[in-house]
């Protein structure tokens, strides 16, 4: 008998983006199919800088349903996982692999066993939404394995149920997540409002702050504001809804002022939601504040404002320039105010897009030790430096959304074994 075991293996890898909201989510209308009590816009960052790569390989040999993240085996037993697996079974179509002389009819899924393995490139807990990528790479992967017919829409509503913001990396550039209001579910879907091309020289730097304090979830954070909050409430019916109109246009037109004034307040009012919760929440640390005071004292300084900031539920800065030469501005400010670490290293300090630091006339330590104040601040009072209060800044730009990658060598799992390489 033993010689007769199937011994095939099947499977798919994919490569999903995350992204960064900037009108937020904050509040679920519904905890278990994770609904949310308004719209939300975000944009979706550079996958070679920011994304997860998933691989899903099927076998009959395969004994039970099995995870590895980041090289290291994770539980699938938790609801998300189980509801993302569960949609997309029930939707599974008939799978023909004639080179492995493989059939797979669609009702023989739900008897197959399934091994994963997902990798972040960069930092899972760095606190940059790496569910939102892995949410949205799973479920992308498990559909084109599994020949699910779903329009991406669809499948936004399945990724949603994993993770919310998940939703939004199933498109690329300027997505928008519909609230809906079926109480199934079905039209809480994100809609692509712009494609990365749209308006492609903006540029996105994300300070990666450190931080040794545990923040509270997301979850648990939600849950709090939507129970004790009535800025939330206030924020979820009135403020939004117009918000997200005038965000729509301002991306249509490219209008950057309007996209800054929009993005910085929407940041702002989700940390005072945050601050209104009872027990309060605080996300943003002195760095993040420090920050945002750099940004809106040079804001103030010009005729136009040069650049948004916004902040997830953690200490992370996500700043968008208009273009290329006023991010190497952007990035001598920070690096003027938050320098490396001595014995830190300038490649080491800027990753992503590294280009920016040419843009900024920045080649070395050197370079950065040498670097005046912003004009700006000339004549004020000595300006204080914080080295080390950023860990490193990520250099990036609008990206597209997820693909199948089809090279055999850019499979996680290998197919002789059928576990991870
Ligand atoms: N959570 C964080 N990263 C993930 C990934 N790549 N896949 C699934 N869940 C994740």
């Known amino acids: 008998m033993a010689g007769e075991v199937q011994s095939w293996v099947l499977m798919a890898t994919a490569r999903a983006p995350t992204n960064i909201a900037l009108i937020k989510y904050w509040g679920k209308r519904d905890e278990a199919l994770i609904l949310p009590t308004n719209d939300s816009i975000s944009v979706t960052l550079d996958p070679d800088h920011l994304s997860a790569t998933t691989t899903v390989a099927v076998s009959p040999s395969f004994k039970q349903d099995r995870m590895w993240l980041n090289g290291k085996e994770i539980s699938l037993s938790g609801g998300r996982y189980q509801n993302c697996l569960r949609e997309i079974r029930k939707r599974a179509g008939d799978v023909e692999d004639e080179k492995k002389g493989v059939r797979i009819k669609k009702e023989d899924w739900e008897k197959l066993h399934l091994h994963i393995a997902s990798y972040n490139n960069f930092p899972t807990a760095a606190g940059l939404a790496s569910s939102a990528a892995g949410f949205a790479c799973l479920v992308f992967t498990l559909a084109k394995l599994m020949n699910v017919k779903e329009e991406n829409g669809d499948l936004s509503a399945i990724a949603r149920q994993g993770s919310g913001s998940a939703c939004?990396?199933?498109?690329?550039?300027?997505?928008?997540?519909?609230?809906?209001?079926?109480?199934?579910?079905?039209?809480?879907?994100?809609?692509?409002?712009?494609?990365?091309?749209?308006?492609?020289?903006?540029?996105?730097?994300?300070?990666?702050?450190?931080?040794?304090?545990?923040?509270?979830?997301?979850?648990?954070?939600?849950?709090?504001?939507?129970?004790?909050?009535?800025?939330?409430?206030?924020?979820?019916?009135?403020?939004?809804?117009?918000?997200v109109l005038q965000m729509e246009e301002a991306i249509k037109s490219c209008d950057f002022a309007s996209l800054v004034g929009l993005t910085c307040a929407d940041s702002n009012q989700f940390h005072a939601v945050c601050l209104d919760t009872s027990p309060p929440i605080f996300y943003m640390n002195d760095t993040s504040r420090r920050i945002i005071s750099l940004v809106e004292r040079w804001n103030r300084s010009e005729v136009s404002p040069q650049v948004a900031y916004t902040f997830d539920a953690g200490p992370n800065a996500v700043l968008i320039a208009p273009n290329r030469k006023v991010a190497g501005l952007l990035l001598q400010r920070l690096l003027f105010q938050f320098p490396p670490l001595p014995d830190n290293e300038l490649a080491s300090y800027i990753l992503g897009d590294k280009s920016i630091l040419r843009e900024a006339g920045l080649q070395s330590m050197k370079d950065v030790e040498d670097l005046p104040p912003p004009a700006e601040i000339k004549d004020k009072a000595p300006f204080q430096k914080f080295p080390g209060d950023v860990s490193y800044f990520i250099c990036t730009r609008l990206g597209s959304g997820p693909r199948l990658l089809t090279e055999e060598n850019q499979a996680l799992i290998s197919s002789e074994t059928g576990h991870p390489k």
């Open 168 to 243: 939004r990396s199933m498109y690329g550039g300027f997505v928008k997540w519909t609230m809906g209001n079926d109480a199934d579910g079905s039209d809480s879907i994100a809609v692509q409002l712009a494609s990365n091309t749209h308006w492609d020289d903006l540029v996105i730097i994300v300070a990666v702050v450190s931080s040794k304090q545990k923040e509270t979830s997301s979850t648990t954070g939600m849950r709090g504001s939507v129970e004790t909050s009535p800025l939330l409430q206030y924020r979820a019916k009135t403020v939004v809804p117009s918000r």
